[in-house]
């Protein structure tokens, strides 16, 4: 039996053909870890090998990367070039991680969470909602798109929103979404959104700071308008 290679698999299996279709975030990291090693063994698939070699690691990418080129040659498959591929891309996603972690922009007024978040929303056609995560000295953990919506709203989840803040232990947040008219006033359903995502971070100790309107050139923000 020949091997399962990535070339043989249903379209839909094919996790290079996913990446290009629906971007890098539409894969699994069972899926990134089958474009690595680019095949599998004579009775499972890449993906299907890298699900178990995920699973020994209990699905976690920091104990994965822990894993030595000797453990990881015990796997069907897996032999020397693909354990150091695997070691390899590892390795340069925590050297990235670092990097990142040193570069952390600080908010220290609205007009830095504008800066941030114009090059990325202001100019779209549709309406996108994100959040800013920010640490105890209120420099940035991670900025999420939260949703995506039409030309004139977005619906949010409040649950995913806080959720996500809560797993990489976010203190405080900056919410923002764009307006494609252009128009800078807040609508009803901004206002109540609001103060629905300030309640609930009252209650898990996790602070709206802000809640910022952006458009192409210019930007409304509650705080600074005393409506937050």
Not at 127 to 143: D, G, I, R, T
Not at 209 to 222: G, N
Request: hydrophobic share 45%.
């Amino acid at each position: 039996m020949e091997k399962l290679t990535i070339k043989s698999w249903a379209l839909d299996d094919r996790p290079r053909e996913k990446l290009v279709a629906k971007g890098k975030n539409a894969l699994s990291d069972a899926e990134l870890i089958a474009i690595l090693i680019g095949s599998g063994n004579r009775n499972e698939s890449a993906v299907a090998l890298s699900k178990r070699i995920l699973q020994s690691a209990d699905g976690n990418i920091n104990t994965l990367a822990k894993l030595s080129v000797e453990k990881l040659m015990t796997f069907n498959g897996i032999g020397e070039a693909k354990a150091i591929t695997i070691i390899t891309a590892l390795e340069l996603g925590k050297r990235r991680q670092l990097e990142t972690a040193l570069e952390k922009p600080k908010i220290t007024c609205s007009k830095d969470g504008f800066n941030i978040m114009q090059p990325i929303i202001g100019d779209l056609e549709h309406e996108e909602f994100w959040v800013l995560f920010l640490n105890n000295s209120n420099k940035v953990l991670a900025k999420n798109q939260i949703s995506k919506g039409g030309l004139t709203a977005t619906i949010v989840d409040v649950r995913l929103l806080f959720k996500q803040a809560l797993e990489i232990a976010s203190v405080a947040m900056i919410v923002c979404h764009n307006h494609p008219s252009g128009k800078l006033e807040p609508s009803n359903a901004d206002k109540q959104l609001t103060q629905k995502i300030k309640q609930a971070g009252i209650t898990l100790d996790i602070k709206l700071l802000d809640h910022l309107i952006i458009t192409e050139k210019a930007y409304f923000s509650f705080a600074d308008e005393g409506v937050l």
